[in-house]
Nanobody, 121 residues
């Protein structure tokens, strides 16, 4: 069993900051890319930021310069520092990891349960 568990969401005023954390646990053999996605009501899930195992990151244009993704490979953690939050950042944020389980050869995507981020005016 492999799990991704997010934490750190909440309610914040416009212009404020939040830091999301995601912990991967279980019978993990290897983790490649990790990332954060979000889904706002009535909209499709979209990529916010992603980071490779070598710490190469990419961002959605809408969050460039405001959000920073990072990871701690030793702890199987990925983080999303969100600054200068805007109303349109309100969404459920999901952690994603491409991982291989012990005893298997292939890799697949795993998802967390999501954490709500609400930005108020």
């Amino acid at each position: 069993q492999v799990q991704l568990v997010e934490s750190g969401g909440g309610l914040v005023q416009s212009g404020g900051s939040l830091r999301l954390s995601c912990a991967a646990s279980g019978n993990i053999r290897r983790i490649n890319g990790m990332g954060w996605y979000r889904q706002a009501p009535g909209k499709q899930r979209e990529l916010v930021a992603a980071i490779t195992s070598g710490n190469s990151a990419n961002y959605a244009d809408s969050v460039k310069g405001r959000f920073t993704i990072s990871r701690d490979n030793a702890k199987n953690m990925v983080y999303l520092q969100m600054n200068s939050l805007k109303l349109e950042d309100t969404a459920v944020y999901y952690c994603n990891g491409r991982m291989a389980v012990l005893g298997t050869a292939g890799m697949r995507d795993y998802w967390g349960q999501g954490t709500q981020v609400t930005v108020s005016s």
